[in-house]
């Protein structure tokens, strides 16, 4: 940093008298890095206390009240909402649902996403084509390609009905079968989510350098023993990174469910997100959304501390 | 020609045999929505596993975005329109939808290089205390408190007909204020900024200051065109999340067609094809469907391919240069 020697005060003698107001001055000098750094902090501090803080504070609470939302105030009622969301079937049901998807969505979506960027790795003419006909899909707007997915499995008119009518078969009916409601939920998440993880491993791959590769050739290695015990601790790293990030992303489904099965049949679909929307809008239960809320949140704190803890860390996949 | 060249060509015939299938399914709902947008709707139900525009024609999108169609049933002629009511009007959407998107690209931007300067070059008590509570709201995924901010929309202080105490009116759900006062501050871009700004060495500060530059001076004369790529990716994902965002406008704004962005106002047109086009109502038109999910999602896929470096950077980027 710059000091300007000549209105260094540090060497005056601290007895020699000043007028406040040139000491002002002076003392303001010596601290100008913080008051400026403060006047910067200050509007984003009081910014980010009241719609960050004060919204986390308020939804721990809420958590353990009782509350329409829309008239009176809440009413404590101490740990009801979450025994209510861990032991009533309806509840326990709609958090089992949560992590059957985002866990096998996650799976899935990883497990494809690094062969794929193992095969556009390869010295390929059009990578770029490749590339973004599996990127493009996690670009779409989530809410309206549900939309259009639905068209696919609609009831009298959709894609595949029609299809099986010409061809004689019996028609299917999606919205009552849930392995089939399930997987169709499954398949679009995954085609959504495929491309982010696809590009991370891309470049997690073209950080390799290929002397490991030569290296092993020469003393004899097979292309699988080169995945085995090159390829996959290399990109170790990346595999936690995308894994983390990934369960954060899957677990907050929602979109998906709201417009491919609206969470039935028989709730047998529905995830936190949109019981969450449902109980504070349809059932004007604020408390239990609160509560379910907490529930996410806690439930995905570990992975959100160590997704800190890499970024802060710095350098990934490297 | 050998045996191990033959096993060679094989593989990589294999390679782009599984290369092209794989994007050809990846791309099947773009390109079934873009073909079918564009097919009458008798070439849509003749093949119903991939629609063949026989007679290609853009009445889809024109009344998408609005275009007035005529009528004529037995002796009475209609005029209509998706404009006729406010939840069919795209190009309003679609205004509504870029002005936030500029909104939160701006300011977030603006917050995040003056903070990430301050955490990357000033130097004083309680700055890596402040930057710690920053981080902690990475803790929690947004949604976690999205009901709570939810209330306090509609019990804003003296908004919508709310008292003092924020009680009586409905605060500012259903208005503009609504969408575009929540998420101003952006840790992850603050982060990204002060990463790139450790890197730039304090000498071209240094000089300018000599020159009698203040502290705004420096950050926006002197760092921001050396922050112009990190700035790149920030609009790229701001444009991307805001074209996208669903959830927070539906919550905020499902009772007022006039704000509605993109994603929310899809939705209440998607179903209205049959009646724009006059055919009968216990159908679905779904050729006017993927007109409307092609006009709505095109200007990103657009955006990907003039930017594709900057997103495939920027993806990259936050797992690498974290």
């Known amino acids: ?318 | 020609m050998t045996h191990d060249h033959i096993f060679k060509m094989t593989r990589r015939g294999l390679l782009y045999a599984v290369l092209i299938i794989s994007s050809l399914i990846m791309a099947f709902p773009l390109l079934f929505g873009a073909a079918g947008s564009i097919a009458s709707s008798n070439d849509y139900a003749r093949t119903p596993w991939f629609p063949i525009p026989y007679h290609p024609s853009f009445l889809n999108y024109y009344l998408a975005l609005g275009g007035t169609n005529t009528i004529q049933s037995g002796n009475t002629v209609k005029h209509v329109s998706a404009l006729d009511t406010p939840s069919g009007d795209v190009p309003r959407w679609a205004l509504n939808t870029l002005l936030r998107a500029g909104w939160y690209i701006i300011i977030p931007a603006i917050s995040a290089v003056m903070a990430g300067y301050v955490f990357a070059k000033m130097h004083f008590r309680g700055r890596d205390g402040v930057f710690v509570y920053l981080l902690s709201s990475m803790m929690l995924p947004g949604i976690v408190y999205l009901v709570p901010t939810f209330v306090m929309m509609a019990r804003f202080p003296l908004a919508g007909g709310n008292s003092i105490l924020g009680q009586g009116g409905s605060g500012f759900i259903n208005q503009w204020p609504a969408l575009l006062i929540t998420g101003l501050v952006n840790v992850y871009f603050i982060f990204m900024f002060r990463q790139t700004l450790l890197g730039i060495p304090i000498d071209f500060e240094e000089a300018a200051r000599v020159d009698g530059a203040n502290t705004l001076q420096c950050i926006f004369e002197i760092y921001l065109p050396m922050l112009m790529p990190t700035i790149t990716v920030l609009i790229i994902f701001q444009f991307v999340a805001i074209w996208n965002d669903y959830m927070w406008p539906l919550f905020v704004s499902a009772g007022n067609p006039y704000i509605y962005t993109i994603s929310l106002g899809f939705q209440y047109l998607s179903a209205a094809g049959n009646a724009l086009k006059g055919l009968p109502a216990s159908t679905t038109d779904y050729p006017f469907t993927f007109a409307l999910a092609t006009v709505s999602i095109a200007p990103l896929i657009l955006l990907f391919f003039i930017m594709q470096r900057y997103f495939v950077e920027g993806v990259q980027g936050f797992a690498i240069k974290g």
Do not use: C
């Not at chain 1, 009533?88 to 979506?109: D, R, W």
């Not at chain 1, 919205?175 to 939920?185: A, E, G, K, N, P």
């Not at chain 1, 907490?294 to 996949?317: D, E, H, K, P």
């Open chain 1, 1 to 318: 940093m710059i000091d300007a020697t000549a209105h260094d005060v540090s060497t005056m003698h601290p007895s020699e008298a000043l007028s406040p107001r040139e000491r002002f001055k002076r003392w303001r000098y010596r601290n100008r890095q913080a008051l400026e750094g403060w006047g910067i902090l200050t509007p984003i501090l009081v910014y980010y206390s009241i719609f960050f803080l004060f919204p986390v504070v308020s939804v721990l609470y809420l958590s353990f009240t009782r509350w329409s939302g829309l008239s009176g105030a809440p009413v404590w009622v101490g740990l009801e909402n979450f025994h209510k969301l861990l032991t009533v079937p309806t509840y326990t049901q709609v958090i089992g649902n949560t992590i059957l998807f985002a866990v096998s969505i996650l799976i899935i979506q990883t497990v494809l996403a690094f062969f794929v960027a193992l095969l556009l790795n390869a010295k390929i003419r059009g990578r770029g084509l490749y590339r973004a006909a599996w990127y493009i899909p996690t670009l779409t707007s989530a809410a309206i390609m549900a939309q259009v997915a639905s068209v696919f499995i609609a009831p009298s008119d959709g894609v595949i009905m029609t299809i099986r009518a010409q061809q004689g078969l019996p028609p299917i009916i999606f919205y009552t079968q849930v392995d089939l409601m399930r997987l169709v939920i499954i398949i679009y998440s995954v085609w959504r989510g495929v491309g982010g993880p696809m590009i991370l491993y891309l470049a997690a791959l073209q950080g390799i350098h290929p002397e490991f590769y030569e290296a092993a050739q020469v003393d004899g290695a097979t292309g699988p023993q080169l995945l085995r015990y090159i390829t996959l601790p290399l990109v170790m790293p990346m595999t936690i990174f995308v894994l983390i990030t990934g369960i954060i992303g899957t677990a907050q489904i929602f979109e998906s469910v709201m417009f491919l099965s609206k969470g039935g049949p028989a709730n047998l679909t529905n995830v936190l997100l949109l019981e969450i929307y449902q109980d504070a809008f349809s059932n004007m239960s604020i408390g239990l959304a609160s509560a379910e809320a907490v529930l996410l949140g806690v439930g995905l704190l570990a992975f959100s501390l160590f997704n800190i803890r890499i970024m802060t860390r710095g350098r990934v996949g490297e």
